[in-house]
C-alpha cells in the first residue's frame, strides 16, 4: 500500500515563482487521485544536485514510499535531477524510464532528450520524471500500472527479521490505524476548568528561548544564489581585494599628475575590462572608463569634463591630444587596489542573515557557496472535522475552508521559513493520533492549529500527553488572541520533537505563529528570538480586554521628528482575519485594569515589527 509519496518539482523558475509550477500539482492530482490515503508532501527545489539529494535522502529517510521528482531531466548544464537520484539510489529500475521513453517516442522525438531515472533506496522508490505538465502526464499513466506493485516487493524483499522490524517501525512511525489512548466517550466527566496554568507572556517567550536552546544548531553549505535568508555559520573573510586593480572612479584620462595642467598625447584607450599594456611617460595619458585599470605610469584620472580636445584623427575616430584644464591631484579618482574591501576584510560576520548586498558582496569576493545554520524542518497541520480544503468547490453544510495551513505556510516564508504540508487532521483521538505520528518523522517542529481550547474536541493536549508522552511547556497564556496556546515537547524515534498547538481562530494561529514559532525558529539558529520594537502613539482611543493583547495594526508617518502613528485594523476578534491583512505590527497592549480600561489617543505603546513597514493607504 502506498502510504507516503514526496513530489518534489526540480526547477530554478517554479523555485522562484511557485505559481508556474504545473507539473508538480499534475502529480499531485494523480497521486491523491490514486492512492487517496497516501500523505502527499509537495516541494519544489532549484535546479542544484546538492539540494535535489538532500531533500530526495530526507524524504527517504523519513519512510516515505514513493518520491516522484519533476523536472531538471533534460540536457541543459543546470539539468542535474538525474545526477541527484543516482548519488542516493542504491539499485537502478531502468526499465521505468525506458518504458516511459517509448511511449513518450510516440508523441514527440524530443522523448530522446530526457534524461530520467528511476531507483530504490532503502524502501523508497524514486522515479524522476520531465518537467512538462504534458510530459507528466503522459509519463505518469505509462507507470501508474507498476507503482503499487513496485512499492510491495520492495517491502516484501527485505529479510524476514527486519520485514517484522519494519513493519513495527512502520506501524510506529506511519500507521495507518493508531489507538489513541485517548477516552472520549464520557463528556460529561471532562473538567469544567482549564487543568493548565496560565503562563505570563514574557514566561512563555522565556520557555520557548530556553526549550528552543536544546535544538542542536547544524552546519550546511548551500549555493549563494540559494543563502537568501539564511543565517551564516562563520565569518568570512575576503581572500581577494575589491578593485583588484587601480581602477579610474571617472570617465576621463589617466594621467600622471606632477604633470599638471597642459597638454597630453593621448597614447592609449582602456575601456573597463580591458588591460593597458603601454605605460604612459609625462606628457603622456589614456583615455579611460569609469571601472577601467590605469596604466602603469599614471596616478591620477582627470575626469572629461576637465579636458579639452585639442587634436583628433582626420576620421574622428581617435583622440590624439587633449588639454588637462584642472591641474590634477595625485591619486585623483582613482579607486587603489583593495579600496572598497582588502584582503583579510570581514566580508560577512557569523550570525548575518543573507540579504541582497551580502550576496553581492559574497559574488564580488568569489564564494559560490556560503556556510549557514540550518533551522529545523517545520510541518503545518491544521485540525478540525469543520475543515474543507480551500480548493474544494463545494462546500459541505456547516463546513468551512481551511485558512490556516495556508496562512502560516505563507506567513513562515515571509520570515524566511519553509515549511511542509501536513494537510488536515480529524477531531477523533485516533485520527489526531495517526496523523500527528506520521507528521512527526517528516518535522522537527510541528506547528498544528484548533482544538486545544475547552470543547469536548478540543484533543490536541490529551492526545499529545497520553498518545506521545509530550511535555506541555504551556497549555495556556494570558494573551489574546491565543489564550490556549500550546507548547509541548516529545520523544520520538529517538529525536524531541517541538510541537506548537495553536488555537485555531485564524487571527489567533497567525499572531501565535509569529510570536511563538517564528520566534523559536529565530532561537534555532542562534539569533535573538524577539522581534525588533518601537514605540507608536495610537490614533484613536482603544478599549482593553482584561488580557494584554496583540493589536495588529498599520503606521503612517506624520513627520520625521514623531513617532509614527498606529492605527488598528479593525474589529479585532479572532475569528477576523482582515484585522491581519496589511499589518505591520502588533501593538502591546497592556491588559486592562479597573483605573484604567482603556488607552486615549495619542497614548504611546510597543509594537513589535511584525510586517513590512510600507506608507498604508491612510
Ligand atoms: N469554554 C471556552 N471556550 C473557548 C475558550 C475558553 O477559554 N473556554 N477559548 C476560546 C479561545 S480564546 C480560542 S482562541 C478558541 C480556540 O479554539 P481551539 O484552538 O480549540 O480551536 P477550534 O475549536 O478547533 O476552532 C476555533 C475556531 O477556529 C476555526 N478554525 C479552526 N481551524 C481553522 C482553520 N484551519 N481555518 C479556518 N478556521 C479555523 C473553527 O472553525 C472555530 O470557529 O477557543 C475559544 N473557546
Ligand atoms: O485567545 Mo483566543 O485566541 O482570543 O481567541
Ligand atoms: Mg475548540
Redesign the pocket.
Known sequence: MVKAVAIITVSDSCFKDNSRDKSGPALFDFITEKFPEANVHTIIVPDEKEIIERELKYFCDSNIDLILTTGGTGLSPRDVTPEATKAIIQREVPAIPIAMTIESLKKTPMAMLSRAVAGIKDRTLIINFPGSKKAVTECIEVVKVVISHAISVINNELGEVKTVHDKLQIDHICPHKRNSHVDISKVALRPRE?PYPMMEMVDAFNVVDAVMLKWNEKIEVVSLENSMGCVVAQDIIAKEPMPPFPASVKDGYACLSLDGVGTRTVRAAVAAGETPYTPLGHGECARVNTGAPLPLGADCVVQVEDTKLTQASDDHKTELEIEVLVAPQPHQDVRPIGFDIPVGSMLVNKGDVIGAAQMGILAGAGYQNVPIITYPKVGIM???N??QEPSDSILRPSH??????I?LKALLKEHGYESIDCG?AR?EPSALAEAIARALPLTDILVC???????D??L?KPVLINDFGATLHFG?VRM?????STFATCEFQGKTKFIF??????V??YVCCLLFVVRALRVCTRRPGEFARLGVRLAHDVSLDPRPEYARAVLHFPSVDQLPVATLLGNQC??RLLSACGASVLLELPGASERAPRLAAGVTVPAYVTGRIDLTRL
Open positions: 482549564s491544521s485540525t478540525g469543520e475543515l468551512i475552508r481551511d485558512s490556516n495551513r496562512m488536515i477531531d492549529t484548533g482544538g486545544v481550547s475547552m470543547g474536541r478540543d490536541l495556556r489574546k488572541p491565543g489564550k490556549p498547538a495553536l488555537p485555531g481562530n485564524p489567533s494561529a479572532s475569528s
